[in-house]
């Protein structure tokens, strides 16, 4: 109402989990009944997304007094990165392989371009040990895993925020896609 009457608003876009959804067809109805707005002048929507439960089937809530930080999410998502980068011999082994493969490719370009390749600081190579180069790499790693997972699940379907499901090798990940 007071959106609606005092602030003279003509759209409102409320976006809150599916599980509120007939609250508030019941209030825009009611807010129609009482003649605080014509739906034919305001428009009030409701977009609607699944729930995001943790690894342990709880509902991740900001309201519970424990909430997850963004920062804090990420932080996670980079250590879970690094763990799962450090011991997976298949990771390693697809870097060596690229390593192989782009230095082998290396050959078909001109002195100049080469020397121009070989000096920027995100590619592998003789300059730049494998190590190094993963663990530089384990930031945009971990945040391009999440974001992978989070378009991956259709926006109104419920869905298990999970690390492990997330920087699995195989499926449809972003680490399966990085080193398939």
Known sequence: KYR????????????????????FQQIFKIGELAGWYDPKEVSLIHVTFGLVTGEDGQKL????????????????????TQSAITTSSSLIRAEKQNQTLVTHELSQYKEEE??????????????????????????????????????TNARRHNYKFSFLAMLNARGNTAMYLLYA
């Open 4 to 23: 609606v009457c005092h602030l003279k608003i003509k759209k409102a876009i409320y976006i809150t989990d599916s599980s509120q959804s007939s609250h």
């Open 61 to 80: 809530s900001s309201r519970d007094g424990n909430p997850i930080t963004l920062n804090a999410l990420l932080e996670e998502a980079v250590n879970a």
């Open 114 to 151: 080469r020397n121009d390749w070989k000096s920027e600081p995100t590619r592998i190579g003789k300059d730049m040990p494998l190590e190094t180069a993963i663990t530089g790499s384990t930031r945009e790693i971990a945040y391009g895993a999440i974001k992978y997972f989070e378009l």
